[in-house]
């Protein structure tokens, strides 16, 4: 919680159980995660913070897959370690969690999004 709110540079949101599933022990009600939304600076701060230092410091990274859009301008990317941010201090970590990020655009075209992402210099591995 304390670790996103660093990475994010404001509240996250704790998200919860809609109804009870028995299979996955989850009841309604219960916390399964936090989630943060960004929007205006920011949004573009943490953009350029993911670019220019989290994605680079991630082990064997060979770019971003450039079929992650989903149809609609969106492209969805998940990180396997949270600690690739620079707020983090390694020694205080007790454990080790990933994340999905989806960047939300204004078009409705995966192609225009493509663009838009590279020029904030998204590393695509196309």
């Known amino acids: 919680?304390?670790?996103?709110?660093?990475?994010a540079g404001q509240k996250p949101v704790i998200t919860r159980a809609r109804n009870s599933i028995a299979t996955f022990k989850v009841r309604e009600d219960m916390p399964l995660g936090v989630k943060v939304t960004l929007r205006g600076a920011r949004m573009y701060e943490?953009?350029?913070r993911l670019v220019t230092v989290a994605l680079p410091r991630v082990r064997d990274f060979?770019?971003?897959?450039?079929?992650?859009?989903?149809?609609?301008?969106?492209f969805a990317m998940?990180?396997?370690e949270h600690i690739v941010f620079p707020e983090i201090n390694y020694d205080k970590v007790d454990?080790?969690?990933?994340?999905?990020i989806i960047v939300c655009t204004t078009t409705n075209d995966d192609d225009q999004a493509r663009e838009l992402l590279r020029a904030f210099n998204f590393p695509f591995n196309d």
């Open 62 to 74: 060979r770019g971003l897959n450039a079929k992650s859009f989903d149809g609609n301008g969106n």
């Open 1 to 7: 919680f304390e670790d996103l709110q660093a990475i």
């Open 95 to 100: 454990t080790i969690w990933g994340m999905d």
């Open 46 to 48: 943490f953009i350029d």
């Open 78 to 80: 998940g990180l396997k």
